[in-house]
């Protein structure tokens, strides 16, 4: 059963595009939604993440965008760069005893042509 | 500063071997998780520390698989009588006490390869 599901699984986006990536959660009990960046041979860096209370978060070029009503949150890359080129992928944390446990999405590789 | 550091980076090993992989948090981190990164499971979480107690150890697949922390900083995933489903990524992630749950330093990894 999965608790997160994200999409697309692959995306190319010319450079100076917006990079759109999904996900969808199921348990109305998670207090944050994290976004992490991971490059080959790297662990996973977190890059950006939200509370349900509010519906937007901007940091610099990167922007969730969180909708509670759908159980849906995504992540905006604005002007994207090919130093974006990587595997993003949205989390989810939270519950009665919040012990820090992330569960992830699948994965999207983001490929930003110069 | 250090971040987190796992060793080995890579691993071979054979089918029913044991191994042990070792994880070194940033110093201070009272935290410690474990997750696995595989092609068909994506990343999935194992274990979690908190100093030297485990509360939460609801992701390991099976008591193949054990892990401990010492001294409330070092911990080792060991993994016996691997099989090949075991081939993954292993990665390490810490948090500093008061940190956000999500505000996770992770390390590169180990890579396991069962053959």
């Known amino acids: 059963q999965q608790q997160v599901k994200q999409s697309p699984q692959s995306l190319i986006v010319q450079k100076g595009g917006i990079s759109i990536i999904n996900c969808a959660y199921e348990?109305?009990?998670?207090?944050?939604f994290p976004w992490y960046q991971q490059f080959p041979g790297k662990g996973p860096a977190l890059l950006i993440a939200i509370r349900p209370d509010v519906s937007e978060k901007k940091e610099g070029r990167f922007t969730i965008s969180f909708n509670k009503s759908a159980k849906q949150f995504s992540l905006h890359i604005m002007d994207s760069q090919p130093g974006d080129s990587a595997t993003y992928f949205c989390a989810v944390t939270g519950g009665s005893s919040n012990t820090g446990k992330l569960i992830f999405g699948q994965g999207t590789t983001l490929q930003v042509k110069p | 500063g250090a971040g987190v550091s796992q060793s080995p980076s890579n691993k071979v090993t054979e089918k029913g071997k044991d191994v042990e992989l070792r994880c070194d948090p940033i110093s201070g981190h009272t935290a410690l998780y474990w997750y696995r990164q595989s092609l068909g499971q994506g990343l999935e979480f194992l274990i979690y520390?908190?100093?030297?107690?485990?509360?939460?150890k609801s992701g390991l697949p099976s008591d193949r698989f054990s892990a401990e922390r010492t001294g409330g900083s070092v911990s080792t995933l060991t993994i016996q009588r691997t099989q090949q489903e075991d081939s993954a990524v292993y990665l390490c992630a810490s948090r500093r006490t008061g940190g956000a749950p999500y505000e996770q330093y992770f390390g590169p990894g180990t890579r396991l390869t069962v053959t």
């Open positions: 520390f908190q100093g030297n107690s485990a509360p939460d």
């Open positions: 348990n109305t009990a998670f207090d944050y």
